[in-house]
């Protein structure tokens, strides 16, 4: 009877270590997928300067992980393959390798980033290409846009414009209104607010802020025409010019920014 129940209690043992076993193995399998897959992760979503939701990082985390350790096992598996030619070659055999691995590892961290983007902003995504090619009228569009909706919301209660807010419910690219947020920081009437990502409040009165000037920061963005050698060209070019000018300064003398946040 002793030994009967002896052998009870050693297949008992024998069958919760198995299984503490296999879990373990699984364990080892899983975990590096795992970290992997929340380092991408923790990438996506807190490196770019634009807020990044959790839904778009995961899925892109575990995309980039999934390509990256496919990579690293590929390039593991070549390095010892060719090992044998280390006796002629050396350590410069590996070098090479060692560059195609961390330019394509660099590859597959951009394609998860892009995934991410392309998930957070699918409503707008298909012009988002189109929006690098942005001509002159549309970027003055979304620029008085932008002024329009910066200086409602710093006559409101959030006194902050969010980009990604304005993009999304506007239906407008992201990377567009992203550019011209930029050219207004480095013109120096816009400031972008460091504890929020994407968002940016008017560094000037909204009445004392002309949209003329608003026009000027996006016509005369890029380099100078004298830079270009375009003061050589004939005295009757620079006089067509000047009078356009002209003609935008009466129009918009008295124009503001805060009398375009107060149009509907």
Known sequence: ???????????????????????????????PIVAVWLAFTFLYMFVPNTQVKLGPGLISGLIGALMWLGWQSFYIEFQVGISKYNAIYGTFASVPIFLGWLYVSWIIVLLGAEVAFSIQNSE??????????????????????????AARAMSGSGHVFMASDFAKERKVSIRLVTEVVRLFERAGIMGALAERPSCYTLMKSPELLKVKEVIDIILRDGSDPEALGLDHLDESVRKVLADINAGLERSMDQLTVKDLAGST
């Open 124 to 149: 707008t995504y298909k012009m988002e290409r189109s929006a690098l090619n942005a001509s002159m009228q549309s970027k003055l569009m979304v620029a008085i846009g932008i002024m329009q909706q």
């Open 1 to 31: 009877a002793a030994s009967a129940a002896s052998a009870v209690v050693d297949a008992f043992f024998r069958e919760q270590l198995e299984s503490v076993a296999w879990m373990w193995r699984s364990l080892l399998r899983i975990g």
